[in-house]
């Protein structure tokens, strides 16, 4: 019985035992005494310990950051205008910002930050586990997040025909086109509204094999110090998987376009069945999550439903269980603003920067390549007001008077006659008004949004409340996600007083700040990207076979593990890899170098000592849940 797991080399907790503040290796660094040797363990706490140390010597001030920020700002603009200017004009006989970025800067990203392994010094925690025994058991599928795979120029306009095969997103390739001609690249990045697929005579598809996501932009790293740790316990190609995709599509479109969820499901039925016979565990990060939570719903259902035709029973036959990484299973405010004005925090917070940064990808072309993206449409907030409450996701700052009568969509111009707007009411506008591109646009590429009854089968796959999990008492899902990091949740509006004729009447009021605001955006807890609630609230209730609303979503009583870890990364903090937040960090991102987290997974995949079967949760989610009212949320 899943009680009767060792866990961490400890005694079979109880039922009732309650949950474990923190148990991870690296969780807590005491010095070790004088007379203990030299472990892999005792290695990794006084490197870290010493790291600490040097780091404190470093500038950490945000005035420094900001004072250098504000220096490359101002240098900037005239350093890539200038030489381009000189060229189209005649004055030069070569393009020297073009040389400059081929020969000069895109070696220089390539090889600025050095590809170490994790905290090399002592090998990491895979290392670490191995040499106590651990070993590779369950098949592995990798799923990366949103914008985290590289997508590759496969048929082009004349002006991108030199990319061909190469990376028009994460690479350098990327930087290299998007700085010579940024219309061009926003042409071929964006998809039609017509079919939510490519335009016409475009053709960009997602890299493969684990360096579609293992580095992206250079040495950047995403998954890269998984898949090494994964690999310290004999995982390698012929059991482990990474599984990318266009992260720009919807679901449907992903499957209707890529086959992409056929070829998964067939994928894991041939390493379960020619394999060990041990089932496959799918590792997912961020909107990876949600396609997974989309993928266990399609595989069960029939093909005349649209679904893959598993059978009701194909999740426990073939799945050990699913690990989320900062999931935001119940979307992000940021997806809404995203649609709606091409705003969020990222572009808030660069304000001073405004006037440089509208002439080189300003909001409404932002806004018009966002609303575009089907994948975005269900990273909108889910649950409505009932999870977000009704206090109001947007506040109009100047009023509440109709905008110009020459804007196109009434909805949109009545949007801010009212002082406040709830997350229903944002979400209801965006279903009416698709992001300028109809009302039946997310009709299109098959996602619905209550209380409006699903247009077609599988049009509300992607929201966890509105389906049950699959049968499947064996499985387990494991929440692992970062909190401690101020998190965007609310904004504050104001009339565009450049408005024109198509563009959003609406934008971000940069100038509010006050308490838990900055740029205009209100902050609460939670990875930087994705806050608390929508991290936590189905592993810690929505599918808690113990809570009102998860004797609903989980009949089957599957096994739900939620581990935390709390922020304690800093820029800088890691010295090998200095721009990073470390090897403790809970940000959305970095969390994919956090050590405890990468036990956990290592853990998990190998069965080590009974695998990971306790809750670790520190954070405030669960008083955050107790003020969700559970009979709104059934009623969704």
């Known amino acids: 019985p899943r009680s009767s ?95 400059f970025i081929t020969k000069s800067l895109v070696p220089f990203i390539d090889e600025f930050v050095p590809k170490n392994p994790l905290l090399q010094d002592f090998g990491g925690p895979g290392k670490m586990l191995a040499e106590e025994g651990a070993k590779a058991k369950h098949p592995v599928f990798l799923v990366p997040g949103f914008i985290t795979t590289g997508l590759e120029l496969w048929e082009g306009e004349p002006c991108a025909k030199k990319y061909f095969r190469q990376r028009m997103w994460g690479s350098t390739t990327m930087v290299q086109n998007m700085l010579q001609d940024r219309e061009c690249w926003g042409r071929h990045l964006s998809l039609d509204p017509k079919s939510g697929l490519d335009p016409e005579g475009v053709r960009l598809r997602a890299a493969s094999g684990f360096e579609s996501a293992d580095f992206i932009i250079g040495n950047y790293w995403v998954w890269a110090r998984i898949i090494e740790n994964l690999a310290a316990v004999g995982y390698d190609g012929s059991n482990m998987s990474m599984f990318s995709y266009d992260w720009r599509l919807s679901p449907k479109k992903l499957e209707e376009r890529d086959r992409y969820f056929s070829k998964l499901k067939v994928e894991v039925e041939v390493a379960v069945d020619s394999g060990s016979g041990e089932k496959a565990m799918l590792i997912s990060h961020s909107m990876g999550s949600n396609h997974m ?51 969020m925090r990222d572009t808030a917070e660069m304000s001073p920067f405004e006037p440089m940064l509208q002439n080189f990808f300003g909001r409404e072309k932002r806004r018009q390549m966002f609303s575009t993206w089907g994948s975005i449409w269900t990273l909108m907030a889910k649950g409505g007001d009932a999870i977000w409450g009704n206090e109001g996701l947007v506040t109009f700052t100047d009023g509440a008077d109709k905008v110009p009568a020459h804007n196109p969509h009434p909805d949109l111009a009545d949007f801010g006659t009212a002082e406040k707007r709830t997350t229903q009411e944002f979400i209801d506008l965006l279903v009416k008004w698709g992001g300028g591109h109809g009302e039946d646009y997310h009709k299109l590429i098959g996602v619905s949004f209550p209380p409006e009854p699903p247009p077609s089968p599988g049009s509300d796959w992607h929201n966890p409340l509105d389906h049950p999990l699959p049968r499947a008492p064996d499985f387990t899902h494991y929440c692992l996600y970062g909190f401690g990091v101020d998190t965007e949740i609310s904004y504050y509006y104001k009339k565009n007083p450049n408005n024109e004729t198509h563009s959003n009447p609406y934008i971000i009021d940069t100038s509010v700040k006050g308490e838990s605001i900055r740029y205009g955006v209100r902050y609460s807890d939670g990875d930087a990207t994705v806050p608390l ?86 954070s405030e989610i669960d008083k955050i849940i107790a003020k969700i009212d559970a009979a709104e949320v059934l009623k969704l």
């Not at 920020?69 to 200017?85: E, Q, R, Y």
């Not at 403790?584 to 969390?591: E, F, G, L, N």
Request: aromatic share 8%.
């Open 533 to 618: 609630v929508s991290l936590g609230y189905m592993c810690r209730s929505g599918w808690k076979d113990d809570t009102e609303v998860g004797k609903r979503l989980n009949p089957s009583k599957s096994r739900v593990v939620t581990r935390e870890y709390k922020d304690g990364g800093g820029l800088g903090s890691d010295l090998s890899d200095p721009f990073r937040m470390g090897p403790q960090s809970a940000d959305h991102v970095d969390i994919m170098g956090n050590v405890a987290m990468i036990e956990d997974v290592v853990r998990i995949a190998t069965g080590f000592q009974g695998g990971v079967t306790e809750s670790v949760v520190v």
């Open 293 to 343: 939570v989309y993928f266990l719903q399609w595989v069960t259902q029939p093909t005349s439903k649209g679904g893959g035709g598993g059978g009701k029973d194909w999740v426990d036959r073939y799945i050990a269980g699913h690990v989320n990484i900062a999931g935001p299973l119940l979307g992000t405010t940021k997806g809404l603003t995203s649609i709606f004005s091409g705003e």
């Open 5 to 99: 797991s060792r866990g961490r080399s400890r005694p079979p907790a109880s039922p009732k035992t309650p949950e474990r503040k923190g148990d991870h290796v690296f969780a807590d660094l005491p010095p070790p005494p004088p007379t203990s040797p030299m472990t892999p363990r005792a290695k990794a706490e006084q490197f870290l310990r010493t790291r600490a140390d040097t780091l404190k010597r470093l500038p950490t001030h945000k005035r420094f950051w900001f004072t250098v920020g504000t220096l490359l700002g101002l240098i900037l603009p005239s350093f890539l205008i200038a030489p381009k200017v000189l060229y189209v004009t005649g004055v030069t006989e070569t393009d020297v910002m073009d040389d």
